[in-house]
């Protein structure tokens, strides 16, 4: 079992790196937008806010790419991997177009949802341009899962670290108007986005069709990339699910984020403050549950279940140890943290409050994310789904609220409640996958004793 950790942890990094470096662009693009006035601020998280759950729910349609390819990988099947990338390619595509077409036929929803005129004015046209940049993006999200299917996973991540460099020198000239272009203000970085994204998509895409790496998963291509009714059933069993749990994770964050919002605007501040230095985080945990799903499914080609074993209860630890050191810096530093964020003290000592609870969250957090990744690696993915949901929206949302607005706990309420959740989750998670993989071990373990004699 010691084996395999590092193995997991050397395919998880640049999963990680890149998720960061996609992460360090909403930041660079919200720093160099809120240089020109809040109100374009406002109007930028008005989109952000709007798109992202339709925008995750897209992600986790791409994650039933990784997974297939993995699978037909580890059965050493080459052009099975070739006609999972082009099926998985074109269901991606369409799905991308039902999300940009749904957002842009949709934007009149920003004139119902209470903002300030002026704001929605501004969000309109920059909520159209992020809606086209969805296409690209889920396109290159495709490509990426893909190629850490594969498990190569150093190429997207160094195009996400280019993309950073390419998007600010893009932001500076159409937001800000400089070498002769228009000055676009908001919609400028709207138009860096669709180009970097566009641009990191065509690089990806060029890379698989021209190196030597998988050159063999092309040459296939005249037989294996065709329409195949069954392969969008598997991809769709796998990728239906896990845009639901993404879906109702991020829509449970989002929706707490408004209720905390009720409590009024040093709450908010806090929970905010607090969600970042978490989300933070949790890329770490992202990239290892991706990893050790990647390798699992690999593993469930041959029926290994001796290796699915190992390498889950390996990946589980190893999220353990990670969840345990975050809750720990957490708690040592939940005073200097909120300082990085705003000089308001009442923000700062109810953010270092609140990270109290956020520490606690880190353990629950980083393993019911492994857990679900491991599960859907031996292909496990509607139980999940429907305890996943039991965890947010029965358990930590109402539980939250109750504690928050009926008990005088007030944001930690909802903390805790979130809290709650994710343990009822993470607990579950673990339980099934041991209890699965053990089963599986045990029956191939007699089966081969039995054919021996």
């Known amino acids: 079992m010691k084996s395999e950790a590092p193995q997991t942890i050397k395919l998880a990094l640049p999963i990680i790196i890149g998720e960061l470096a996609q992460m360090a662009l909403h930041l660079i693009d919200t720093a160099m937008v809120g240089a020109i006035n809040y109100k374009q601020l406002a109007a930028a998280a008005l989109v952000l806010n709007t798109i992202n759950i339709p925008f995750v729910i897209g992600i986790g349609m791409t994650i039933s790419v990784s997974q297939m390819v993995s699978l037909a990988h580890g059965r050493h099947d ?52 992020m809606a086209y940049s969805i296409v690209p993006m889920l396109l290159f999200m495709t490509l990426k899962q893909f190629s850490d299917g594969l498990e190569y996973t150093k190429t997207a ?50 890379v698989i069709l021209r190196h030597k790496t998988f050159r063999r998963y092309v040459v296939v291509g005249a037989s294996q990339w065709r329409f195949s009714f069954s392969s969008w059933k598997e991809l769709l069993h796998i990728g239906i699910p896990s845009s639901l749990q993404i879906g109702m994770e991020a829509g449970a964050f989002a929706v707490s984020g408004i209720i905390i919002g009720t409590l009024g605007a040093v709450a908010q501040a806090s929970h905010q403050i607090a969600l970042s230095c978490a989300s933070f985080t949790f890329m770490a945990s992202m990239g290892l549950a991706q990893a050790g799903s990647i390798r699992i499914s690999n593993a469930y080609g041959n029926k290994n279940w001796p290796k699915i074993n190992n390498i889950g209860r390996s990946t589980l630890l190893t999220a353990l140890i990670y969840g345990t050191l975050c809750a720990i810096t957490f708690a040592a530093l939940r005073s200097q943290l909120p300082k990085a964020f705003n000089k308001n003290e009442e923000v700062i000592a109810l953010a270092s409050y609140l990270l109290l609870f956020a520490a606690i969250f880190q353990i629950s957090d980083s393993t019911q994310a492994i857990g679900a990744g491991l599960l859907r690696g031996i292909k496990d993915v509607k139980a999940p789904t429907f305890f996943i949901g039991i965890a947010y929206w ?44 053990k089963k599986e071990m045990n029956r191939s373990m007699t089966l081969s004793s039995v054919n021996k004699k």
């Open 157 to 206: 991540m160094i195009l996400s670290l280019a993309s950073m460099p390419l998007n600010v020198f893009l932001n500076w000239l159409m937001i800000f108007g400089n070498w002769g272009v228009p000055r676009m203000e908001l919609q400028g970085a709207g138009w860096a986005t669709f180009i970097t994204r566009t641009v990191i998509f065509l690089a990806l895409g060029l």
């Open 394 to 437: 029965v358990l930590g949302i109402p539980i939250g609220y109750t504690l928050a607005f009926h008990m005088g706990y007030g944001a930690a309420g909802m903390w805790l409640g979130l809290i709650i959740g994710l343990t009822f989750a993470s607990i579950f998670l673990i339980t099934r996958f041991i209890r699965k993989s």
């Open 78 to 129: 080459g052009q099975q991997v070739s006609h999972y990338l082009y099926n998985g390619f074109i269901l991606c595509l369409l799905t991308s177009l039902i999300i940009s077409g749904l957002l842009i036929f949709g934007e009149d929803v920003l004139h119902h949802l209470g903002q300030d005129p002026e704001v929605v004015e501004l969000a309109i046209p920059f909520m159209r341009i």
